[in-house]
T-cell receptor, first 117, second 116 residues
Framework: DQQVKQNSPSLSVQEGRISILNCDYTNSMFDYFLWYKKYPAEGPTFLISISSIKDKNEDGRFTVFLNKSAKHLSLHIVPSQPGDSAVYFCAASAGEAGGTSYGKLTFGQGTILTVHP | DAGVIQSPRHEVTEMGQEVTLRCKPISGHDYLFWYRQTMMRGLELLIYFNNNVPIDDSGMPEDRFSAKMPNASFSTLKIQPSEPRDSAVYFC??????????????FGPGTRLTVL
C-alpha cells in the first residue's frame, strides 16, 4: 500500500516558467512533509519541508504548499532553471520523538523534472 | 564531515551469490536507514536502526535479506542468495533525532547492484 503517491512520473518545463510537482498521501498521522532532490549517480538531498501546522513554506525559488483536508502537497519552483532538472521525491513523517514511528520517512515514487533551456 | 559513505558503488554478481553492501553513517547520527530504489516503487525503506538497534524491518522483502549494525559507525545489508529481481540502487541514510519530528536524512551515494 503506497501511503505517499506522486502520480506524475515526469514533468517537462521551459526555463523561466513555473514547475509544479504534486504529492498525495493517505495516512492522516503524517505531520511533517519533506521534498528531496536527486541527481543521477548521487543520493537524494533535502530540499524543503513543512510542518502540518502550516500551509505554506517558502525558501527562495522553492515553495511547498500543504492542503491537509485534501491530503495533498505541492512543490512550486519559480522561475525554473535547467539545473533544477532532477528527480524529486516527496516524503512524509509521523510520530513524536521517542515514539515507534519516529525517524521513519515514507517516500513517494518520485517525479522526473526536466527544465529545457 | 565526509557524509554517508557506501561501498561498493557498483556491484555485479551472478544469481545465487552472496552480496554484502556496506555503510558508514555520519558521525554522531543515531538513526541509520537502508532503502532500495526501483522505477516502479521509488524509494522503499527496507530497515532502520536507532542507536544500533533494529527498529522496523517490515520493509525487508524476504528472508534472503538481512542487515546488521554492530556499532555506531558501520552497517551492512546482506542478500543471500541474490536474485536478478534484487537488481536496484541501494541507499544508506543517517539522521539525528531532533525535537518536533524534523527528520532530515542524509543519504549516501548509493550502491548500484546488478544480479545476472
Amino acid at each position: 500500500d503506497q501511503q505517499v503517491k506522486q502520480n506524475s512520473p515526469s514533468l517537462s518545463v521551459q526555463e523561466g516558467r513555473i514547475s509544479i510537482l504534486n504529492c498525495d498521501y493517505t495516512n492522516s498521522m503524517f505531520d511533517y512533509f519533506l521534498w528531496y532532490k536527486k541527481y543521477p549517480a548521487e543520493g537524494p538531498t533535502f530540499l524543503i519541508s513543512i510542518s502540518s501546522i502550516k500551509d505554506k513554506n517558502e525558501d527562495g525559488r522553492f515553495t511547498v504548499f500543504l492542503n491537509k483536508s485534501a491530503k495533498h502537497l505541492s512543490l512550486h519552483i519559480v522561475p525554473s532553471q535547467p539545473g533544477d532538472s532532477a528527480v524529486y521525491f516527496c516524503a512524509a513523517s509521523a510520530g513524536e520523538a521517542g515514539g515507534t514511528s519516529y525517524g521513519k520517512l515514507t517516500f513517494g515514487q518520485g517525479t522526473i523534472l526536466t527544465v529545457h533551456p | 564531515d565526509a557524509g554517508v559513505i557506501q561501498s561498493p558503488r557498483h556491484e555485479v554478481t551472478e544469481m545465487g551469490q552472496e552480496v554484502t553492501l556496506r555503510c558508514k553513517p555520519i558521525s554522531g547520527h543515531d538513526y541509520l536507514f537502508w532503502y532500495r530504489q526501483t522505477m516502479m516503487r521509488g524509494l522503499e525503506l527496507l530497515i532502520y536502526f536507532n542507536n544500533n538497534v533494529p527498529i522496523d524491518d517490515s520493509g525487508m522483502p524476504e528472508d534472503r535479506f538481512s542487515a546488521k549494525m554492530p556499532n555506531a559507525s558501520f552497517s551492512t545489508l546482506k542478500i543471500q542468495p541474490s536474485e536478478p529481481r534484487d537488481s536496484a540502487v541501494y541507499f544508506c541514510a543517517s539522521s539525528l533525532a531532533q525535537a518536533g519530528g524534523y527528520n532530515e536524512q542524509f543519504f549516501g551515494p548509493g550502491t548500484r547492484l546488478t544480479v545476472l
